[in-house]
């Protein structure tokens, strides 16, 4: 007699919900990759808008976007990766081994990298992250089209045609698809889950580190001068502009024409702070080697409109 095995009707649309879910989020991951390679890629056309900005409040903000948008992508496809290191998950639908794990793990050493080094001023670690990302980002495409989306090519074969004789197709789908080959899906677990217990590993000692969690008080500005009295000393900076007062400043400021009216501005030190990649890490100087001082003119259409202003004042 053959044993009857009743299935609870709800196991069933349980199961197919999970599917679905998990098949979902994969497909995003692949989006939000995407993101991150865009932005990362994109980090001059940034630089370059970034120069336009004449507020320092505009230009902070659009910095702030791009930091932004990159480093959630790259955090989140590392949150939602690890879906694909639950040993069950290798069963319930095609999962691209080891294509699809091993970019999770090289988003994770992104991830890294950029908790251990200022990926944004040095250009060596910058491109380290650029190589990390587009490699990540290839890998879960190439196993995202030819293994997860190969169902979908061989159902349209002929019967004629075995699956074996499909091409690159069935190429795929038999030699990397996790359910065809439990095999190589137990290898590229233990390698997964490997590397990203190495990085959580990295990510714990630098926590601990002397000083890589201490607190404390922020620096003075080396490049603002503070007066001997401390009743004299004003607690806001301002940065007197070269046209007077009464003049209403331009509407945009030239780079190329109006070189001391972009260096007395407050945007031209955030550009040269995030240029600083573009010279190896090195920091610009001014004339002479040396840093100017917030607050005072440097030239004399600065001068100018400084006396501009105290006339006006005492009238």
Known sequence: MIPIVL????????????TYSETTIANTILLIMLLALSVQVARKYFLRILRKFTLRLAADIWWLLFVLIRDASIFLVVLMGFMLFWPGTY??????????????????????????????????????????VIIGTSLYAIGTIFVTESAVQLAVL?????????????????????????????????????????????VTVYSFMDGAGKFSEPKPNPTIKETANPQQSQPLQTVQLPFPQSTPPPASLSRKGNENAAHNSLIHDLVQRIERIENGGKKPKGKGGKQRVIGKPQNKAGKAGAQGQDETEKS
Request: with cysteine; glycine share 6%.
């Open 7 to 18: 299935q609870a009707p709800g196991s069933v649309y349980v199961t197919a919900l999970a």
């Open 91 to 132: 069963q319930d639908f095609a999962i691209a081994v080891p294509f699809q794990p091993i970019a999770i793990d090289f988003f994770a050493m992104a991830l890294v990298l950029m908790l251990l080094k200022d990926t944004d001023e040095d250009r060596f670690y910058n491109n380290l992250l650029t190589v990390f």
């Open 158 to 202: 002929p019967p004629t045609v075995s699956v074996a004789a499909s091409n690159i197709w069935g190429f795929f789908n038999l030699n990397f698809n996790s359910m065809n080959n439990p095999a190589l899906s137990i290898y590229t677990f233990y390698v997964g889950i490997g590397v990203l217990a190495l990085c959580g590993l990295i």
